[in-house]
C-alpha cells in the first residue's frame, strides 16, 4: 500500500497560519517545545493521540483529511 496523499504537516502549519496563532501558542496548547511544533510540520504522518490533540487545539478534524483521501482511492 502506498502513502497517502495527505501531507498532515504542511496541514497543520496551514491551518496554523490561517488562524493567525503562533508556534508558539500551539507548542503551550500541546505542552511541549517549539522545536517539536516545527518537526511536526515536516512529517507527512503523525499518530493518533497526537494528531486529536492538535485537532482540539485548534479545533479542526484533521482526520477528516484522511477520510477524504481514503473516499479518493479507487476500488480494487
Known sequence: MGKTC???GSEIHDELIRQGQS?????QQLGCNRTNIYNIFVRD?????????ISIALNRDFFSLYSQALKEIPAS
Not at 45 to 53: A, N, R
Open 23 to 27: 508556534v508558539l501558542w500551539l507548542s
Open 6 to 8: 495527505v501531507h498532515i
Open 45 to 53: 504522518s503523525i499518530g493518533t493521540d497526537l494528531l486529536m490533540k
